[in-house]
């Protein structure tokens, strides 16, 4: 049996917790949790997970150690526990823009380091995550780790030094996509289209074309021509799109996101 403690029981660590319950490794793990807010901590004890009375309690009880807490809050939390970590407990962490190298300054050196960018459809088994991993990992602990999050949707390894620019790939990305879908969906109300209908057909446009780029075996320009008749609709709003410096936008989103990235692993 591995036990397996997670440090933050909020969305992201509940959507993990509740992963593992939904998959074949359930009877393999034993859950931990601990979050200091109440509400929290209860939807983690009602998927079985057992609470501890401190972050510092799980890291003792547990091998594998999810920090899922915002980075912010991440410093308060290594010092809460630097004393009970080990050379062999495998840290997971999930907080935008940390390395390896700095969680192991604030607990043991060689620590082994798990770095992990989800995204929030976790929350429905339909996750993007990409991982990386410290040396001292070895391929056995990588393996469920990358297999925990599997069971909440896919999962890519990326070089660690890609960790930060991934952040706008997937991590980030949903955000940016609601903000994209708001703006159409506000458009259709301006034009006295219903807001439910609107919003229905919007999202299923973005999961039908999410499944072209993903399950058609075409390239995106070739997915682009083959919704653009020349002279028609598709090519008029194209048209804007790039005059209006569409490819800027998400260029400069990409880069903001990134170097906040490099701002908090400072």
Same mark, same amino acid.
């Given at each position: 049996? %591995? ?12 959507? %993990? ?5 939904? !998959? ?14 109440? $509400?929290? =901590? ?15 309690? @799980?890291? &003792? ?6 920090? *899922? ?24 962490? %999930?907080? *935008?823009?940390? /390395?390896?190298?700095?969680? #192991?300054?604030? /607990?043991?050196?060689? #620590? ?15 996750? =993007? ?68 209908? #609107? ?16 399950? !058609?075996?075409?390239? @995106? ?14 090519? =008029?709003?194209? $048209?804007? @799109?790039? *005059?209006?410096?569409?490819?800027? #936008? ?14 908090? &692993?400072?």
């Amino acid at each position: 049996m %591995i036990n397996v403690g997670f440090i933050g029981a909020g969305n992201m660590g509940y959507a %993990i917790i509740k992963g593992i319950r939904g !998959s074949s490794m359930s009877s393999d793990i034993r859950l931990y949790a601990y979050d200091p807010f109440q $509400e929290a =901590a209860v939807r983690a004890e009602h998927l079985g997970a057992g609470l501890t009375s401190d972050s510092s309690e @799980l890291v &003792s009880l547990c091998d594998f150690v999810f920090l *899922a807490v915002k980075p912010q809050q991440l410093d308060e939390v290594l010092d809460a526990i630097s004393d009970s970590v080990t050379e062999s407990k495998v840290i997971v962490s %999930i907080c *935008a823009g940390i /390395t390896d190298e700095y969680i #192991a300054s604030k /607990t043991v050196a060689g #620590a082994k380091v798990v770095l992990v960018m989800p995204n929030t459809p976790l929350l429905l088994g339909e996750g =993007a995550t990409a991982l990386s991993r410290s040396d001292s990992v070895t391929d056995e602990e990588f393996s469920l780790v990358c297999n925990i999050f599997s069971a909440c949707g896919i999962v890519s390894v990326i070089p660690k030094d890609k960790m930060k620019e991934i952040i706008a790939i997937n991590g980030s990305s949903p955000a940016f996509i609601y903000l994209y879908a708001q703006y159409f969906i506000e458009y259709a109300e301006s034009v006295g289209i219903d807001r439910e209908a #609107a919003t229905q057909l919007f999202a299923k446009s973005l999961i039908g074309s999410a499944k072209m780029i993903t399950d !058609s075996g075409r390239s @995106l320009d070739e997915l682009i021509t083959m919704v653009s008749s020349k002279g028609g609709t598709t090519i =008029a709003g194209l $048209e804007q @799109l790039r *005059a209006n410096g569409l490819k800027k #936008a998400v260029t400069d989103c990409c880069e903001a996101c990134t170097g906040r990235a490099y701002e908090l &692993s400072k």
